[in-house]
């Protein structure tokens, strides 16, 4: 579950693309063990807004800290120590199609350590099963299916056993059942490695399965509208924009899980 230690503060956040500001005044806190999700409409700045958590887009103004770090205002060299804490399944979900899964997952333990090949095998292997993949090593992406391609990428964001994990939009294009499968996988990953996850989901099943926490991004107001545990926000809220997204456009207030 969800503690009261923040481990991502983020205090009047302006994100801007030059001169066009996407959302300004973004003031939330993500806390230890979260699994904190980013709502809202398409091209509100949801992944925008895991790019300034992850070290690719710099704010146009206010901070995000870690800890007692001021991400941004650190020096490079301890921005990246962060950010190597910080497993990322991008929304393109990208793997390298001409390498085999193995492969794929062994890129971030050869980058990063001196571990000998031998052993960096033996953790591929484990983060693969750890994700249902026991066996598919020698695998290349296009011979799994979009679930097990989703599986596969995890494997490769959870190799350097990070402490933060960030995913945008994880179960697109998957069916509801291998949807909800990942749910539980994204749990029992938030268990084993103790981490805080931040996940950008349309998906109001997974979130009201899994998330203990979350901001809503609207791109009108172009600000957060709320944030909070989906669960109380759809009890509570009374922004008929954040209710509406909550409640697929019905209003009624009872959780649907499915
Ligand atoms: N590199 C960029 N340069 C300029 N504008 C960008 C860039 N990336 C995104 N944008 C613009 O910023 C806005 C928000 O993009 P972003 O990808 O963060 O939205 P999103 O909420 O993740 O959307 P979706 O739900 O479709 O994934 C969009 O209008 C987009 O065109
Ligand atoms: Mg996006």
């Known amino acids: 579950m969800g503690t009261n230690v923040p481990a991502i503060t983020v205090t009047g ?114 983060k693969l099963s750890l994700v249902g993949l026991a066996g598919f090593e020698a695998f290349y992406p296009s011979e799994l299916s979009g679930g097990m391609r989703k599986r596969a990428a995890l494997a490769r964001a959870i190799a350097l056993d990070p402490d933060f994990l960030f995913f945008d939009e994880p179960s697109a294009g998957l069916d509801p059942i291998s949807a909800r499968n990942l749910d539980q996988l994204i749990l029992e990953l938030r268990e084993s490695l103790g981490a805080t996850v931040v996940i950008v989901t349309h998906e109001l099943a997974s979130i009201y399965a899994i998330a203990t926490n979350s901001v809503f991004l609207d791109s009108e107001a172009r600000t957060m509208l709320a944030t909070g545990d989906p669960k109380t926000l759809l009890r509570e809220c009374t922004n008929p924009t954040v209710l509406n997204f909550l409640t697929r456009g019905t209003g009624q207030r009872e959780v649907r899980t499915v």
């Open 13 to 126: 956040l302006t994100m801007a693309y030059g001169s066009f500001v996407l959302q300004r005044d973004l003031d939330f806190t993500i806390n230890r063990g979260d699994i904190f999700v980013i709502m809202g409409g398409s091209g509100c700045g949801k992944s925008t807004l895991l790019r300034h958590m992850i070290g690719l887009k710099q704010p146009a103004a206010g901070s995000v800290r870690y800890g007692d770090a001021d991400f941004w205002n650190l020096a490079d060299e301890d921005r990246a120590a962060i950010i190597r804490r910080a497993g990322v399944l991008y929304q393109s979900g990208a793997l390298w199609s001409s390498m085999t899964l193995a492969e794929n997952v062994a890129l971030p333990l050869q980058h990063y350590t001196d571990l000998a090949p031998a052993v960096i095998d033996e953790m591929v292997s484990f």
